[in-house]
């Protein structure tokens, strides 16, 4: 089951602020996959690649702008957020997800998944999209007759209206971080976003390739519907393509009201006298632990340690 929330307008601050909680909680196994779907303020993103001389205003006419400026911990380089753009915060354990072979599903994977729900949302607006090799997004204006056909990346998909006018465009940026195969950050997908702010930028470091956005690519942008609804079609499609179900939540509180407690994970044969040894633990912080000698018998709080998963290495997916 994936769980989605339309969020609306949200400051980036607060975003951030609420993935923190839910990344806490999802690695917890204390709720489950949540698909986080909102907008933001106008604000510019630098991930941990990002390279300061990609914003091209000065700190001056961001201030003039109402821009804000957010250091973070996701992949790539410089991005764009504002109005009229759906983004999207994946909360997703990549060990509950698995691929059409039964493995497990490994971050790029995701993100390939992750491109593949936008493309179809784009199909349902009659927008030709797909991917380019080697540059993660969503893009529009390609040529299937030259798409990348390597194993490592799938060919651009198109609808049977046709190509747009020539030009590779992006329409939808993704970059995520994995932490304890927990992802969070994630995708913005241009709709009515005003484009001249990308100016500010080169977007994703990006400098020979547009951006676009979805009133763009449609013949007539005022049948769009609103970005709510447009949320929802998107929950849809990550359902489709992850082959789960999908639940809307109506507000933060539901979500929270199903937050289980925290599983107890004790040893499977748990030596003598260890029962007594974990109520002791359980009154004393871990960090009083004496580490002055060997003790004859593990502890039992290393002991629960050896009972846990592996943990997933943390792994960055550039934008």
């Known amino acids: 089951m994936i769980h989605y929330l339309y969020l609306g307008r949200v400051d980036y601050a607060e975003a951030l602020r609420l993935q923190e909680e839910l990344v806490v909680l999802r690695q917890q196994s204390r709720i489950g996959n949540v698909l986080l779907l909102l907008e933001h303020p106008p604000v510019l993103t630098l991930g941990r690649n990002a390279q300061r001389a990609n914003i091209l205003a000065s700190d001056e006419l961001l201030a ?6 957010h250091e973070i911990n996701r992949g790539g380089d410089v991005t764009y957020h504002g109005p009229g753009q759906l983004i999207g915060y994946p909360i997703f354990d990549l060990r509950s997800l698995h691929n059409a072979q039964g493995n497990r599903l490994g971050p790029v994977d995701f993100v390939r998944l992750m491109e593949e729900a936008l493309i179809g949302l784009c199909g349902e607006f009659g927008v030709p999209a797909g991917r380019i090799c080697g540059l993660t997004g969503v893009w529009c204006g390609l040529p299937s007759a030259t798409a990348d056909e390597s194993p490592t990346c799938e060919p651009a998909q198109s609808s049977s209206k046709g190509l747009p006018p020539a030009g590779e ?3 939808a940026a993704i970059g995520i971080h994995v932490a304890r195969g927990v992802t969070s950050h994630g995708f913005a997908f241009n709709v009515t976003t005003n484009l001249d ?3 500010l930028i080169n977007p994703c470091g990006i400098t020979d390739r547009p951006v676009t956005g979805l009133a763009k690519e449609v013949s007539d942008p005022a049948a769009l519907p609103t970005l709510e609804t447009l949320a929802h079609r998107a929950a849809r499609q990550f359902g489709k393509v992850f ?3 999908v639940e809307m939540l109506k507000s933060l509180a539901a979500l929270r009201a199903q937050t289980r407690t925290a599983p107890a994970v004790k040893p499977e044969f748990p030596a003598p006298g260890a029962q007594d040894r974990e109520s002791a633990a359980q009154e004393s912080p871990a ?3 004496s580490a002055q000698d060997t003790p004859l018998q593990v502890p039992p709080a290393i002991e629960r340690l050896r009972q846990l998963p592996r ?4 792994r960055l997916i550039p934008a």
């Open 243 to 245: 082959d789960e179900p």
């Open 311 to 314: 943990p997933v290495k943390d």
């Open 169 to 171: 465009r992006k329409i």
């Open 64 to 69: 003039q702008r109402g821009v804000t400026l």
């Open 287 to 289: 960090s009083e632990f």
């Open 197 to 199: 702010d990308f100016r």
